[in-house]
């Protein structure tokens, strides 16, 4: 593909990968590296970035080097003709949603979710639900706007889910989260509780030592990625070869640094499997949706960190390097504080059992919020009601409850179902992995070795890219639409495990 | 100045230092912390963004803004309105001299170093200067042309030496240098040798904890900047609150970090106040040329860091922070650690006296050789019969001769006499600062305070930017234009204080 119009329009696509990923660098710096006197440069640095990437991407000179490939594309013979004429479609499907949204909207937009940032966390600290109310429904009618912007076939929700999973709807959701919802109640209800978090005071420095080699054992190429320390954890991609990870420590709950490790290498996987897609970088070298990548993190961290083989194999390693022993810690205790279930009001202290819970109380709320069923003065009363249904909790102010997560602040409808998505989707792909793979857990516990799994995920998944839609990735890859019953089946067992 | 013609010449300028302040931050993130597989794809997002930075400086929408902005002037008042000349002044002067280099030959330039740097590194590995003869001539080759693009009234030279020295000529520093190669060819004959390194093994960690206060305790404030590691010291800014600075460690020579932060630091205490100035930022708030900074790190490091009064105040704690005791490291000998002279054949290893040889030597042959006096291939010969004349040391080969720096590789004619320009303004400045604070060494030997220079170098140097050109800056401070008489004085008031 010498100089030929999709070169040339591949050749454009690459400079906007380069703004993204300098984007990304811009932002693993801020939340790791930077002296927190430079924050407010740094804003205006990436806003002016951000602009910029938005304005070649919705540019006529794109659009002409899109048209262009397009034409030409009937002189290139299948397979390779059916993979462009997938990355243009989708690029177009893209290109249309980013037009559909005139600036002045995506500025006023991003304008308002900024200052409502800090009127949120006042209103947080003082546990005042209405000091954030105006805030929240300035950014709920204009969340409702751009949806009427984007358009929809069957709810106004559906328009905002698409930002993040292309193809799901309201009415999709609800029916996978329907049997889940049953099947957790009681799960709770029984949940036994363990109150005490891991009970060892662990240096940061032997937590590290033992986090460090993770990523790697996992699959993560040497010199290909790092390993970094900010205030919540993340990973990110600021090139093909270079992945960025990172955790926070806590010297009296070291499982919280190793949890994040875990989960972080996971969406790292996945992003370093698709760089290593042939045409990289093209539209279909990225993620599917948020859902796919979540999937990927929370397999890496449930399926295999909370498995009784991987601890089996790691048992021993981390006794020697938090310097315990047997008779301190046993693998019976760490085993169960690996898979603690117990009932909190908080989402991000939930466990992966009662967690889907937290957000399938979201997403009825935040739909029925951008359906006009709900107004935001409601909001309160309506969270109060279902976490007292759902988990018999009494909130008792509004921090604890209708406030505590950013996202709302941030504009962000549609973003908490892909948490769950991801569960499903985990919970369906790894049971189709392992029903071919019976040997995998003996490789686990006897060398921690986990490259089948990673084979397979890298064959099946990570290469596929975006040539598929989620759901219909996940059709391909496991015979049948997403189904939350495998979840189910995971929790029910990993309930009775630990029993 | 609310919407005026100057804003809005000043917001497009606003734009282009934003670009310039992401691009130190790729480049800080690749020498401090980029995994080592991300270079190649790093390497292609800086040539992008500098390519975009290069374009809308030279834009005819800047050039139509700073039209407007020069029409507008004559409605301000003094002394704004004078700053404001000078602003757009300096501004057109280099858009002028960027405009005459035509984009081919830049990116000609960019790709030729670009390959000839890996030929240099086997050239200097395999010590045969022949090897990387043919590069370097092309390099030289365009140098020349670059050059006579540029224009010059005298010699080719004072071209190239305009990138990094404006207003400086080869007539004017052979005249500067003169009288200090003649004085220190007699100091390098008398110098005592010191031939042992500092004889005691001190760990990463221990010098780490001493080398963080300094850039604090030297002026630098905390949260608006950071110390790292990095395989050559640097600094660098990435915005007006987000300095960094870098260091490298080697346990069997622990000065060696120090002076590193202590040099770095200089760099960024100049920085940090050319960004406190007014406008900032504005085409006035940037070095007023590669010697003036030179010389603040020269001045904190040598001036400071190598005087009897730092190392009265820091003896006792260097001895707590490394462990041991006054009948290990006595203050004489620690004093004359680090003021060692020594005659070497290598400018990195060089000490604060020598130096200035290397240097003199460089510059001699890079301005024949820039007008046609000298060919590349005559190189290796001029260099080690000058290395014979100066030191009396006999050159093996190319690689502890003539392939020992990068800088030529790298197109960078003009460059190296920036550092011993940098030690005469510094030994100039200085001069000048103690003459009116007798009572300064008082200050650092009781307290470690540096703030009376630190203020005099602010309100003098650092807050008048570009303001003037780097000659006249000197001439405004310290009453007369540049004279290296004062580094003469202060090197071998030096000499005499260790011998």
């Known amino acids: ?86 990355e243009l479609q989708i690029l177009q499907r893209e290109r249309d949603r980013a037009i559909k949204l005139p600036i002045h909207i995506v500025e006023n937009f991003a304008n308002t979710t900024s200052l409502a940032h800090s009127v949120w966390v006042s209103a947080k600290k003082n546990q005042n639900f209405k000091e954030f109310q105006n805030s929240l429904n300035d950014i709920v009618n204009t969340s409702k706007e751009i949806a009427e912007l984007y358009g929809y076939k069957n709810e106004r929700y559906d328009a905002l889910l698409e930002n993040y999973e292309i193809g799901m709807t309201g ?115 990225n993620a599917v949706s948020l859902g796919l990548h979540e999937s ?24 020697k390097d938090f310097e315990l022993s047997g008779s301190i810690l046993s693998f019976e205790d760490l085993f169960n504080f690996v898979n603690t279930t117990s009932k909190t009001k908080i989402r991000v202290e939930a466990d992966q059992i009662t967690y889907n819970l937290h957000i399938i109380l979201r997403f009825e709320i935040e739909r029925d919020l951008i359906s006009n ?47 769950t998505l991801g569960n499903i989707y985990s919970a369906q792909l790894f049971h189709c992995f392992i029903n071919h793979h019976g040997d995998f857990w003996n490789d686990v516990k006897k060398a921690g070795n986990f490259s089948k799994l990673l084979n397979w995920l890298n064959k099946n998944v990570y290469q596929k890219g975006k040539i598929f839609d989620p759901t219909d990735l996940i059709q391909d890859v496991t015979g049948q639409p997403p189904n939350s019953s495998y979840l189910i089946e995971y929790l029910k067992t990993k309930q009775q495990e630990v029993g």
Request: aromatic content about 12%; charged content about 20%; some cysteine.
């Open 296 to 319: 990927q993190s929370r397999l890496w961290e449930n399926q295999i960190g909370r498995s009784k083989a991987f601890w089996e194999y790691y048992y021993p390693i981390i006794l």
């Open 171 to 285: 009415n999709m959701l609800s029916n996978l989260f329907a049997d889940l919802k049953k099947s957790i109640i009681p799960i709770v209800e029984q949940a036994k509780t363990y109150s005490n978090p891991f009970p060892h005071h662990i240096s940061m420095q032997k937590q590290r030592h033992f986090n460090e080699r993770l990523p790697i054992a996992l699959g993560l190429p040497k010199n290909s990625f790092r390993l970094d320390v900010s205030a919540h954890p993340f990973s990110t991609s600021l090139g093909r070869y270079d992945k960025r990870i990172t955790t926070r420590y806590y010297e009296n709950d070291p499982l919280s640094s190793i949890f994040g490790v875990l989960h972080e290498t996971g969406h790292s996987l996945y992003e370093y499997g698709l760089s290593q897609m042939n045409d990289y970088p093209s539209p279909l070298t």
């Open 373 to 419: 069923n709900l107004s935001v003065s409601e909001l309160p009363e309506i969270w109060n009601s279902k976490m007292k249904e759902y988990f018999d909790l009494e909130i008792q102010n509004s921090s604890e409850g209708v406030l505590q997560d950013i996202h709302w602040s941030s504009g962000l409808f549609g973003y908490f179902p892909t948490y």
């Open 1 to 86: 593909m010498i100089d030929s119009p999709i070169s040339r329009y591949r050749k454009y696509w690459n400079e906007i990968v380069n703004y993204q990923n300098i984007l990304s660098c811009l932002h693993w710096d801020m939340e790791v590296t930077m002296p927190s006197n430079g924050s407010e440069e740094r804003a205006a640095q990436v806003t002016q970035l951000s602009s910029l990437c938005h304005k070649i991407f919705i540019s006529q000179d794109f659009e002409r080097l899109i048209e262009g490939a397009s034409n030409y594309i009937h002189k290139i013979s299948p397979p390779e003709k059916i993979l462009l004429e997938r």
